[in-house]
């Protein structure tokens, strides 16, 4: 059992670290090729956490326990990343930027957005408000999901350290700890 735990979070961890190297990597070029340096460089470090949760695993399936620590902290760091990010969006809201570019937007909203908008009694000059609003709502609820997904991550990781000693033979006291 303590075997099949090691190997699932090998998987797990190998999985989600190739995901957090390859979208957050595509992400910061995007962000640099918009001119976005801060988020390409947000995008940079936590890619840099796919990384470290390649090497915990990497270390893991080398038979080093250690391995559990880098899992964790790469959580934990890509965590803390995203909701500094998040934060800073949230807090720094350019509605200059918006309402310059509100009619541009408008042109390019599709025909079933704009008669949502006319039956609901809106019009042009809304829809910095509206962009407002959903911009809000997207980065409230990204540091929502990234509190919920990097911290059980984090946490399955963390409760799964005593079995991974186990079969990797490391533990003496492990199994005093779990009883």
Known sequence: MPGDILNRVILVASVDGRLLLITLGALAVMFAMGGNIAGALVCV????????????????????????????RAQLLLMALI??????????YDPAFYAA???????????????????NGMTRADLPMLLKAGYMMFFTTVG??????????????????????????EAEDAEEHAE
């Open 144 to 169: 929502c999901l990234t509190i919920a997904y990097q911290g059980l991550l984090a946490l399955y990781y963390h409760r799964r350290r005593i079995p991974i000693e186990i079969a990797l033979g």
């Open 45 to 72: 470090l936590a890619a840099g956490t796919g990384a470290m949760e390649l090497h915990g695993a990497s270390l893991l399936g080398g038979g080093d326990s250690r391995g559990i620590g880098w899992l964790v």
């Open 101 to 119: 570019h509100s009619d541009e937007m408008f042109e390019r909203l599709p025909g079933w957005y704009k008669k949502m908008l006319d039956n």
């Open 83 to 92: 909701l500094f990010f998040t934060g800073w969006q949230l807090t720094h």
